[in-house]
């Protein structure tokens, strides 16, 4: 079992940035996908970003070249470098595992962009 704490969200305007954290309740080498993903008000939660044990990162279309996942197995950690938000990037932003077939999430982390 695994438990995820989001933190980093909070209030920015339009064009800055945010870093995202995401500890984990234990170690994360074995882990085989960790990611973000998000949920706007009305809207149904989708995929942000995604990295996996041994292959490279994956990203939604819409923040492709403004945000960055990468994550520090010394620390249990995954990140999420959030540049150049746009209001449309309000949402809260959940931090998902997928371990042996099981999946968990955080609890959110809410982050909303002023224009």
């Known amino acids: 079992q695994v438990q995820l704490v989001e933190s980093g969200g909070g209030l920015v305007q339009a064009g800055g940035s945010l870093r995202l954290s995401c500890a984990a309740s234990r170690s994360i080498f074995s882990i085989n996908i960790m990611g973000w993903y998000r949920q706007a008000p009305g809207k149904q939660r989708e995929l942000v970003a995604t990295t996996t044990g041994g292959g490279g990162p994956n990203y939604a279309d819409s923040v492709k070249g403004r945000f960055s996942i990468s994550k520090d197995n010394a620390k249990n950690t995954v990140y999420l470098q959030m540049n150049s938000l746009k209001p449309e990037d309000t949402a809260v932003y959940y931090c998902?595992?997928?371990?042996?077939?099981?999946?968990?999430w955080g609890q959110g982390t809410q982050v909303t962009v002023s224009s």
């Open positions: 998902k595992a997928t371990s042996r077939g099981l999946t968990y």
